[in-house]
């Protein structure tokens, strides 16, 4: 945190928590910084009157949770369950229905399946 004159300050932060807590507290975004082989950003840099950048930090410190993530579908953070998850619970079932269609797609193409069914010979 450093001052802007006038009663503003700049927050510079890394923990994706900060960074919700100053998006939820209105501070205004002036920086996201990315890294050139990585998705997402990973640090980023918000401006605003000094007491709403001091109470942004105050509440990111008490909300230290263990590693959070950014979902690669909407954006917001969660706690992974494993090493491996990408997306927040709400996005994992539309990107699992997605991934079934696109499957069961492949399948009837492969083996010449109609959606409507075989056509009855009366």
């Known amino acids: 945190m450093w001052s802007l ?20 507290a209105k501070l205004r975004p002036m920086a ?7 998705k997402g950003a990973f640090a980023w840099q918000f401006a605003g009157p ?9 509440k990111a410190k008490k909300q ?5 993530r950014e979902c690669a579908g ?4 969660f706690a992974p369950r494993s090493k491996r998850q990408k997306f ?3 996005c994992r079932q ?9 499957r069961v797609a492949r399948w009837r ?3 010449g399946v109609d959606q409507i069914g075989p056509i009855a010979q009366f």
């Open 50 to 58: 000094e007491e709403k950048v001091k109470e942004v930090l105050r």
């Open 74 to 77: 909407c954006g917001e953070f």
């Open 94 to 102: 539309e990107v699992k229905r997605e991934a079934t269609r696109k």
């Open 5 to 24: 004159g006038s009663g503003t300050c700049a927050l510079y932060t890394e923990d994706p928590e900060a960074a919700k807590a100053a998006r939820q």
């Open 32 to 38: 996201a910084y990315y890294r050139l082989k990585g």
């Open 109 to 111: 193409r492969e083996r």
């Open 88 to 90: 927040c619970s709400k």
């Open 64 to 68: 230290v949770k263990s590693e959070q």
